[in-house]
């Protein structure tokens, strides 16, 4: 199935799935760096799947709730140290992700917003026209980063009782409605998820969002081979992380697309490396070692393949935490989805970073605990370090 697309990425002219064309240079483009909006909570603390020894979510007992001055203080960090966005999560214990993210484009100038979203929550079509109108209300900063689902209680939480290569699936079908509603031509599917006649919208966004699509399973690589215009990954050691790359590049190739790529890492930079991981041994000190034990036992029984292979680098174990040079699995004890963190001196940080990006790696999502001040650690710290090397895309500083 390919989907039309009649638009122009922030890159230039689309090839036929809306990506860039084989044609192009095979290596990375610059480095985009981004931030993460915390709207279940945030904390001095790993904030993880449970936060006691009863298995709940109930984010009352972060210690910054995710209200909407804080979090706008957050976005206002990441834009003066120079991120281009800030990814912003979707789930049941998350504020709303595209109305927080359309109240924050208020208080901000340039700060762009990865909007995560659940096909199985919303049609295709009208997800068309909210990104639609979404990108004019705010001046053209909408990504997408589009949640399949990998959870199934949470997914059975919002009504969506598919198993998990059927879920990758219908967001391959969702996705070709999205564009084919910007394409400026009626756009029909007769699916197996989604019937449409005539999918379209008032007017397309300019520029048309980026689509991320994130997933370690061979269903989220075909998916994302022919749909998306990123694969998102989590953290993985180089040798892992660099397997999944080109296992979405084959798939891509033979669809006659070219897919770039971002990894998601949280980030313990300091001055010194000493200073670094005496930050991270504090983290791992505070973790509540019941709370670990029934974290580990979901991991264990979640369907999702990277939430898999996130909790197989450390398999419960404390002792053996630095899985690759700076990269640490201690969030991953704990915490679902993204569970490694670049641990180091700022200098380190930049180094790992541009070892990732000779992956071909060129969206990097970070964040640590907490987000507000972590954003000007990385920002003021690995950032420049990052620049004057001639890797950055972001852009400067901004005042105000």
Same mark, same amino acid.
């Given at each position: 199935?390919?989907?039309?697309?009649?638009?122009?990425?922030?890159?230039?002219?689309?090839? /036929?799935?809306?990506?860039?064309?084989?044609?192009?240079?095979?290596?990375?483009?610059?480095?985009?760096?981004?931030?993460?909006?915390?709207?279940?909570?945030?904390?001095?603390?790993?904030?993880?799947?449970?936060?006691? #020894?009863?298995?709940?979510?109930?984010?009352?007992?972060?210690?910054?709730?995710?209200?909407?001055?804080?979090?706008?203080?957050?976005?206002?960090?990441?834009?003066?140290?120079?991120?281009?966005?800030?990814?912003?999560?979707?789930?049941?214990?998350?504020?709303?992700?595209?109305?927080?993210?359309?109240?924050?484009?208020?208080?901000?100038?340039?700060?762009?917003?990865?909007?995560?979203?659940?096909?199985?929550?919303?049609?295709?079509?009208?997800?068309?026209?909210?990104?639609?109108?979404?990108?004019?209300?705010?001046?053209?900063?909408?990504?997408?980063?589009?949640?399949?689902?990998?959870?199934?209680?949470?997914?059975?939480?919002?009504?969506?009782?598919?198993?998990?290569?059927?879920? &990758?699936?219908?967001?391959?079908?969702?996705?070709?409605?999205?564009?084919?509603?910007?394409?400026?031509?009626?756009?029909?599917?007769?699916?197996?998820? &989604?019937?449409?006649?005539?999918?379209?919208?008032?007017?397309?966004?300019? /520029?048309?969002?980026?689509?991320?699509?994130?997933?370690?399973?061979?269903?989220?690589?075909?998916?994302?081979?022919?749909?998306?215009?990123?694969?998102?990954?989590?953290?993985?050691?180089?040798?892992?992380?660099?397997?999944?790359?080109?296992?979405?590049?084959?798939?891509?190739?033979?669809?006659?697309?070219?897919?770039?790529?971002?990894?998601?890492?949280?980030?313990?930079?300091?001055?010194?490396?000493?200073?670094?991981?005496?930050?991270?041994?504090?983290?791992?000190? #505070?973790?509540?070692?019941?709370?670990?034990?029934?974290?580990?036992?979901?991991?264990?029984?979640?369907?999702?393949?990277?939430?898999?292979?996130?909790?197989?680098?450390?398999?419960?174990?404390?002792?053996?935490?630095?899985? &690759?040079?700076?990269?640490?699995?201690?969030?991953?004890?704990?915490?679902?989805?993204?569970?490694?963190?670049?641990?180091?001196?700022?200098?380190?940080?930049?180094?790992?970073?541009?070892?990732?990006?000779?992956?071909?790696?060129?969206?990097?999502?970070?964040?640590?605990?907490?987000?507000?001040?972590?954003? &000007?650690?990385?920002?003021?710290?690995?950032?420049?370090?990052?620049?004057?090397?001639?890797?950055?895309?972001?852009?400067?500083?901004?005042?105000?």
């Amino acid at each position: 199935m390919t989907d039309p697309d009649a638009g122009s990425g922030p890159g230039g002219p689309l090839g /036929p799935s809306g990506s860039s064309g084989p044609d192009e240079p095979s290596g990375p483009g610059p480095i985009r760096a981004h931030w993460f909006l915390p709207t279940s909570g945030d904390g001095r603390e790993v904030i993880g799947w449970v936060h006691s #020894g009863t298995a709940t979510d109930d984010p009352r007992t972060v210690g910054r709730p995710p209200e909407p001055d804080y979090l706008a203080d957050v976005a206002r960090a990441a834009e003066r140290a120079g991120f281009e966005a800030v990814l912003t999560p979707t789930g049941t214990w998350c504020e709303d992700a595209w109305i927080t993210t359309a109240a924050l484009t208020q208080i901000t100038k340039r700060l762009k917003f990865i909007v995560a979203f659940r096909p199985d929550s919303v049609s295709p079509t009208l997800a068309a026209q909210m990104a639609a109108t979404w990108q004019r209300v705010s001046g053209g900063r909408l990504m997408l980063n589009v949640v399949t689902g990998g959870d199934d209680q949470e997914q059975r939480r919002f009504g969506d009782w598919l198993e998990h290569d059927r879920r &990758y699936a219908r967001t391959g079908e969702f996705l070709s409605i999205l564009r084919g509603a910007w394409s400026g031509t009626p756009y029909d599917l007769e699916g197996e998820h &989604y019937r449409v006649a005539g999918a379209t919208v008032g007017r397309a966004p300019r /520029p048309r969002p980026e689509l991320f699509l994130g997933g370690a399973s061979a269903a989220a690589a075909e998916v994302s081979a022919h749909h998306a215009d990123v694969h998102l990954a989590w953290g993985e050691p180089p040798p892992l992380l660099a397997e999944q790359l080109d296992r979405v590049r084959e798939r891509a190739a033979r669809a006659g697309r070219r897919v770039r790529f971002g990894v998601r890492f949280h980030v313990i930079a300091r001055d010194t490396a000493a200073e670094a991981w005496s930050e991270a041994d504090r983290l791992l000190a #505070g973790m509540d070692q019941e709370a670990i034990a029934v974290s580990q036992r979901k991991f264990r029984d979640s369907v999702s393949v990277g939430q898999q292979r996130m909790a197989a680098l450390h398999g419960g174990r404390t002792d053996r935490l630095e899985v &690759y040079p700076n990269l640490w699995a201690g969030f991953g004890l704990l915490r679902r989805h993204a569970g490694t963190a670049l641990v180091g001196s700022h200098e380190q940080v930049a180094d790992r970073i541009e070892e990732y990006h000779r992956l071909g790696v060129e969206h990097f999502i970070l964040s640590g605990q907490p987000h507000l001040e972590e954003a &000007y650690q990385v920002g003021e710290g690995v950032l420049p370090l990052l620049r004057r090397r001639g890797l950055l895309a972001a852009p400067d500083v901004t005042e105000g």
